[in-house]
């Protein structure tokens, strides 16, 4: 049977510059190409000038971002509108070292060593004691609240943005009761500027709703004078359907109970929530641990003051507008002040047929999956947001689940054909979907599914590059335009243009959209984008926690510094060409040598190695010196399935070459161990997709197994910088890199490549003769604008990282395991 590759062979179809510059020359005959979507960095500005999609039905236009901007700019700490009186500061004898950061005036409550966290006043940034018995609590609270920053072992980092507490009122989240559970948890008393802060923010995010109901759009609050102002409002007004249901045009309904939705897969599925309610309620009374009588004891919030809070109904207010209205509402209520979430009442839509989709019995979702779920559907509707998880932590169960709770018809796109096909069997792996209500949209494949509803799973390239389309392709545009969509499901959000998802939400009809993504960062800062083309995030769960469940693999990194060899060095000084100056330090034969031993050294433990190159001549050069299979852009589709699959089943192929096509959706849970030694400048989220690699590793619950991340890094050159940029990411999911700066024993590693000075010489030359294309990246062009531009951001804001002291063992929390043991015996490991 040929084994799994989720996507792996994504990336496999060539490189992303020229997929974008095939889009542009136009073929003899439409034909409709997918082939690719490696939406990279630099890929990312090739495609954002795609023409819309033919046709294309326009729903609701995007929101202008000038427009979201000034709003999200009106609330800022430093805002005008936050304007708590300044805090008086006595100074004492050190205030001097601390400057603007002596926050001796902040006093702490008499018992703040038994609560977990602290605000920093200034800047709305809250640390959290991880090791507090309430940290558990306090996390779950926060990451609801506010921005997670940075999570390694002892002390958390949250930031309070307008973003995140947007998410947090999108949720059901009350601000009062936001800062009263702050003030709790909290040291200090809460500032009144953050007080003021959550209070001006949240004050406008979420008061309006904007709901589909029957397929009629209904303006909502809970607060009728805020209906009463918008009504009053010119443009707002005039919209109204006047004589709705109420005659006044306002209609006045119950709330919705909170939780009142049971998410297939979950124990409530399962039977809880079946039982009686007095049942029910006695078997949560039994399952409240010590920990929770700790946390009511601090903050006086126990599980019946949430219960009575949960059984007060507020009357919910709305008035219709015409669906051709939506759109300058929306705008309007946005220059107001008062941006408007968008929900989903599905369970209440009976003009959409519903989908006779559930979970298998078998299927029972992790408890993280869960409570990303229930940020989704926590008052009983659907909310458009994005949901962060871990590479392989079960993205795709997630979106499944949510097509299981809304039972309508779903569209998902993907970022690759392969990722399409692998999307389909898996809702065919775990739901009870009829296969033939599961159509595909690509270039090879372009049948609608039976029935009145089904799931239709393509790709971002079919449903936006609008130029050439086929024939066939064309019938299924109109086919997927001319309907409505209870779900879009967006895979891999991270990796997207903006433009391509405003096309793409703007002309496919949906009540609620869902992104996935486990590396919610780009490097051209546009996530904020995401915010209102999607939804707000709803939920980011914590790469360690779930590594110590189980769900994830537990990972060692190590940079590991491999010192030029002085005739590559005096090279690489002199070369004016960026691209050879790259190739002299890819081509480092310390670095080799570094690759070579450590290749030797893992596989003589049994473990499967995956090594990164993205410039194409070093991952050959390597590879061949090495006797190792290696996949890039132009390897044929079958020889690359061959090489997979022997790397997973043939116990003598047990190190393969990947390009950067690899670095994404790549399931091979064979692979224990991962050398990189060229990568994409200083890429955080390429870096953390590549760990995602090892994350799924099979053996992740065997006693003491690690997995290995190493990183070779030539000494004293620009790839240091690159490196240190690469890691900021994993540092912050609580990753540490050990700096590893001589591999202990390879000097007498028997046939070390590279050992004699005449060799070295020769591998100089080589290098010396390639011309400036043998320095690129594969399918990248050189920028070194973007280079220079790299080295501005980090001088600007300074490095993240830190290298740590001492033992492995101790920094990343696995004192005890028999992995950093390893460690100890194989490297000397020295900073
Ligand atoms: N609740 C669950 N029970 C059992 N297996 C699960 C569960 N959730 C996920 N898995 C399994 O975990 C593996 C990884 O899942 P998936 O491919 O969805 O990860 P992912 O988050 O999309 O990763 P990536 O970002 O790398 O694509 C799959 O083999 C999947 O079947």
Redesign the pocket.
């Known amino acids: 049977m040929p084994p799994?590759r989720?996507?792996a062979i994504a990336g496999f179809a060539g490189s992303s510059a020229a997929t974008a510059s095939s889009k542009r020359t136009k073929p003899a005959a439409p034909v409709d190409d997918d082939s690719s979507d490696d939406y990279s960095t630099d890929s990312a500005s090739e495609i954002e000038d795609l023409a819309p999609p033919e046709g294309a039905v326009r729903t609701k236009k995007a929101l202008d971002k000038a427009t979201v901007n000034a709003v999200v700019n009106r609330f800022t700490l430093d805002s005008p509108a936050v304007t708590a009186a300044p805090a008086v500061r006595t100074r004492d004898s050190v205030s001097h070292l601390f400057n603007k950061h002596d926050f001796a005036y902040l006093h702490m409550k008499p018992d703040h060593a038994s609560r977990p966290l602290w605000i920093n006043p200034e800047n709305g940034i809250i640390v959290l004691e991880s090791f507090s018995p309430l940290a558990a609590k306090a996390q779950d609270f926060l990451t609801t609240i506010a921005e997670p920053m940075s999570r390694p072992t002892f002390l958390h980092e949250y930031k309070l943005t307008p973003h995140s507490l947007y998410a947090a009122v999108s949720v059901g989240l009350d601000p009062r009761d936001i800062i009263s559970v702050i003030d709790r948890f909290s040291k200090i008393p809460v500032p009144e500027k953050i007080i003021q802060f959550i209070t001006n923010c949240t004050g406008s995010y979420g008061k309006v709703k904007l709901v589909l109901k029957d397929n009629r759009y209904f303006v909502e609050s809970n607060d009728p004078a805020m209906l009463q102002r918008l009504l009053q409002d010119p443009i707002i007004g005039p919209a109204r359907i006047q004589g709705g249901d109420a005659g006044s045009g306002v209609i006045k309904e119950s709330a919705p109970k909170m939780g009142a939705l049971v998410i297939p897969g979950t124990k409530n599925a399962a039977g809880t929530a079946q039982l009686g309610g007095a049942a029910a309620a006695a078997e949560k009374k039994a399952a409240a641990t010590a920990a929770e009588d700790v946390f009511a004891s601090v903050t006086g919030l126990g599980d019946n003051d949430q219960d009575d809070e949960d059984e007060d109904e507020d009357a919910v207010h709305s008035f219709e507008i015409p669906s051709g209205e939506v759109e300058k509402v929306q705008k309007q209520c946005l220059d107001l002040g008062y941006p408007v979430l968008e929900e989903y009442d599905f369970r209440n839509d009976r003009k959409n047929s519903n989908l006779d989709i559930d979970l298998k019995p078998q299927?029972?979702?992790?408890s993280y999956?869960e409570k990303s779920l229930s940020k989704m559907f926590g008052n009983g509707r659907a909310k458009s947001g994005i949901i962060v998880?871990?590479?392989?932590?079960?993205?795709?169960?997630v979106g499944i689940t949510a097509a299981c709770t809304i039972k309508k018809s779903v569209v998902v796109l993907a970022t690759s054909s392969m990722s399409v096909v692998q999307w389909r069997q898996?809702f065919i792996k775990w739901s009870n979907i009829n296969p033939e209500q599961i159509a595909i949209f690509t270039s090879d494949n372009k049948d609608k599914f039976r029935g009145d509803a089904g799931i239709i799973v393509s790709t971002y390239s079919m449903v936006t590059n609008g130029r050439n389309r086929s024939h066939d392709s064309k019938k299924m545009m109109d086919f997927l335009q001319s309907r409505e969509w209870g779900l879009l499901i967006l895979d891999?959000v991270h990796v997207v243009p903006a433009s391509i998802f405003r096309q793409v939400v703007t002309s496919i009809a949906t009540h609620s959209k869902l992104g996935?993504t486990?590396t919610l960062l780009r490097e051209d800062d546009k996530i904020t984008d995401l915010n209102f083309l999607i939804g707000p995030k709803l939920y980011e769960a914590n790469w360690m926690e779930l590594a110590d469940q189980g769900h994830i693999a537990k990972v060692q990194c190590a940079e590991v510094w491999c010192p030029m060899t002085p005739e590559f060095y005096s090279e690489y000084l002199r070369e004016p060409d960026q691209r050879k100056k790259v190739l002299h330090y890819i081509m480092n034969p310390r670095k080799f040598q570094a690759a070579q031993f450590l290749i030797d050294y893992h596989e003589k433990r049994g473990d499967k190695i995956i090594v990164f190159s993205d410039n194409v001549y070093a991952l050959k050069a390597y590879a061949l010196k090495l006797q190792k299979a290696f996949i890039y852009g132009e390897t044929p589709q079958s020889e690359r399935l061959k090489i997979l699959e022997n790397f997973q089943l043939n116990d003598k192929v047990n190190t393969i070459f990947l390009s950067k096509i690899g670095d994404?959706?790549l399931?091979l849970?064979e692979a224990t161990c991962l050398i990189q030694i060229s990568s994409h400048y200083g890429s955080r989220r390429q870096e953390a997709q590549r760990l995602?690699r090892i994350l799924?590793a099979k053996r992740r619950n065997d006693e003491g197994f690690n997995a290995f991340f190493y990183s070779l890094v030539s000494k004293d050159t620009q790839e240091m910088f690159y490196s240190s940029k690469r890691q900021a990411f994993l540092v912050d999911q609580g990753y540490a890199f050990k700096v590893i700066t001589h591999l202990s024993g390879i000097e007498n590693l028997p046939g070390l490549a590279y050992s004699t000075l005449a060799e070295r010489k020769e591998l100089l030359a080589e290098v010396m003769l390639q011309n400036s294309d043998a320095g690129a990246e594969e399918g990248d062009d050189f920028d070194g604008a973007k280079n220079l531009s790299y080295n501005a951001n980090m001088k600007k804001r300074g490095a993240k990282y830190k290298r740590s002291m001492g033992r492995l063992a101790g920094v990343s929390g696995g004192d005890g395991m028999a992995g950093p043991l390893v460690w100890r015996m194989l490297l000397d490991a020295r900073v």
């Not at 998880?389 to 169960?397: E, F, I, N, S």
């Open positions: 799994k989720k996507g299927a029972q979702i992790r999956q998880l871990p590479c392989g932590a079960g993205k795709t169960l898996e891999e996935l486990a994404t959706s399931d849970p995602g799924r």
